[in-house]
């Protein structure tokens, strides 16, 4: 009788665990089909408000460069709106750091060489800096006190001509990165030089690019490209979660694209090279690309292209690494974490870094 009960109690036990065990495995199951449910809802949402997103494309002077901007918004008011602040922004900036301009900072900075330290405005300081860094980062290659150079080429002005080597040797005493004088807490900058001046184009339009695409991410654009000349910075990739396609001009046939570069994280991808800016005399070609230690044009490149996770990044990189040469610039882009280059000689042999491999078409590929 004892033993019955035992057994009936035991059965009574399994038969709760097993309803337990069901009530809990259906608890589970409900669980997981709430999750896909709202999984498939967020989904849907998400695919809603891209595709409500429409490509809007804007072009405008700035720089000295045709400056395009493709991003995507909801709406055409909204896109526009944001156009205008872009714009503005990107012009009061130039016009802080232009060497052109007479109003700007660098031009104050730059006539009172010699005499005295000029307060200037936070974003010059930062620029200035930022150049500063780079130039230690390259160990001179690329120089923001190159200008009385540039000047007696001819490529501010355009009056191209060769210099004498004893032009050359003589501004080579006003040219030296490591002489600039800053005061950060009195935001003041000294050339202590008569003579020396400041010229902030190797990184300007990628500052003033990256200044871009803050105020756009400010603004709730997830998704957009600015190219000012050359100069592209990115923000994320398009809304399908495809990547921007970047053609990097071939630097002998004219409208002939070399290579394409993927690329869909916010980031920059620049290039410089021989092409862009240029004379030639008794079939020579000379460029703008000048080298600080020598006085004449970069021989060793006639392109780089740079990948980098800011545009002032990858300005000043590309400039520097077309005075550097094949070794030691991509000794340099292997060192610095986020940075790849394309870099190509004066035979047309491409050089890519070990990063870049697989984000880059080369012609004949599929």
């Known amino acids: 009788m004892a033993l019955a009960w035992l057994h009936g109690d035991k059965a009574e036990r ?71 602040e872009l714009f503005d ?25 010699g005499k005295k330290a000029v307060q200037v405005s ?6 200035t800096r930022y150049a500063l860094d780079c130039a230690d980062l390259c160990e001179g290659a690329y120089d923001p006190t190159i200008a009385p150079l540039i000047e007696i080429w001819g490529f501010q002005g355009e009056c191209f001509r060769v210099p004498s080597t004893e032009e050359i040797e003589d501004s080579g005493s006003l040219i030296g990165y490591t002489l ?36 756009l991410s400010r603004a709730g654009i997830g998704h957009a490209l600015i190219n000012a000349g050359g100069d592209i910075g990115i923000l994320g990739p398009k809304p399908d979660g495809s ?32 092409y862009e800016r240029y004379f030639e ?40 690494i077309m005075v550097m040469g094949p070794q030691r610039g991509l000794a340099l882009v292997e060192s610095l974490p986020g940075v790849e280059a394309l870099l190509i000689t004066p035979e047309l042999e491409l050089l890519i870094s070990s990063g870049l491999q697989d984000l880059i078409e080369l012609p004949g590929e599929k």
């Open 281 to 320: 005399m008794e079939g020579m070609r000379y460029h703008h690309i000048l080298d600080p230690g020598s006085g004449y044009p970069s021989r060793v490149l006639i392109s780089a292209t740079v990948t980098a996770p800011t545009v002032v990044e990858a300005d000043a990189l590309a400039t520097a």
């Open 122 to 127: 936070p974003e010059t300081m930062e620029a």
């Open 14 to 84: 399994d038969n709760k665990e097993e309803k337990s065990f069901l009530s809990h495995k259906k608890r589970i199951i409900l669980a997981v089909l709430v999750v896909l449910i709202l999984t498939a809802l967020i989904l849907a949402g998400i695919a809603a408000q891209f595709s409500r997103l429409k490509l809007f494309d804007y072009r405008q002077l700035l720089m000295d460069t045709d400056v395009s901007v493709q991003l995507y918004a909801g709406t055409s008011g909204k896109a526009g709106r944001i156009r205008n």
């Open 243 to 274: 990547p921007w396609r970047i053609g990097v001009k071939h630097p002998r046939r004219e409208g002939d694209i070399i290579a394409v570069i993927s690329w869909s994280q916010k980031g920059a991808v620049v290039t410089s090279g021989d």
């Open 89 to 113: 922004e990107m012009g009061r900036l130039e016009r802080l750091l232009s060497y052109t301009d007479r109003s700007s900072d660098v031009t104050k900075i730059n006539e009172a060489a």
């Open 180 to 215: 600039v004088e800053i005061d950060t807490a009195g935001r003041k900058i000294f050339l202590p030089r008569p003579g020396m001046a400041l010229d902030l184009g190797g990184i300007a339009k990628g500052y003033i690019v990256d200044r871009g695409l803050e105020l």
